[in-house]
């Protein structure tokens, strides 16, 4: 299994497997708007022999009354549902903070699953101020700081790329 950058032969199964692990078009739909409409973007596969089983897409958001920090969203991550549960996601995301950390952003948030995503080091963004512009519940809105203490006093909320609210 390789975790690698998309290309444009990938585009067809990026959709496929973000449709089947959701059972709806919607975050397939949002995968493509945010593709073509957010720069930059960090889109990973997983690649197993030339099969796409995974997908993992990384895009700006901003914090009300801090544009100096470089904040990414991790939204969203498919897996395969026949390969779920056997550590795709868990390379993705592995492979998607290194490349956040490679170029320079501060920190992540995720809107996910509680039990899955601390294991990375993500905490509720409540903890430092942060809430998000949607009705979401506290334990599943993370954060994870990638530069020593970034998010330290920088209380606001979270906005997503428009893209997010078209789909």
């Not at 497997?17 to 960090?42: H, S």
């Not at 905490?123 to 512009?133: H, Q």
């Not at 998010?151 to 997503?160: D, M, N, Q, S, V």
């Amino acid at each position: 299994m390789q975790i690698r950058l998309e290309n444009p032969a990938d585009v067809v199964a990026i959709h496929t497997i973000n449709e089947a692990a959701f059972r709806t078009r919607a975050e397939a739909d949002l995968v493509d708007a945010i593709r073509g409409q957010a720069v930059p973007i960090i889109s990973l596969v997983a690649d197993d022999d030339g099969s796409i089983a995974g997908h993992i897409l990384f895009s700006p958001v901003s914090l009300t009354g801090h544009d100096e920090l470089k904040i990414m969203g991790l939204a969203p991550m498919a897996v395969a549902p026949a390969q779920q549960r056997g550590g795709i996601g868990s390379a993705l995301v592995r492979e998607g903070l290194a490349h956040c950390r490679a170029l320079g952003y501060d920190a992540v948030v995720v809107l996910g699953h509680p039990e899955f995503y601390p294991r990375f080091g993500f905490v509720p963004a409540s903890r430092f101020g942060i809430n998000s512009e949607y009705d979401v519940p506290d334990e599943a809105f993370m954060a994870l700081e990638l530069e020593g203490s970034v998010l330290e006093g920088k209380t606001g909320t979270i906005r997503y790329h428009p893209a997010f609210a078209d789909c």
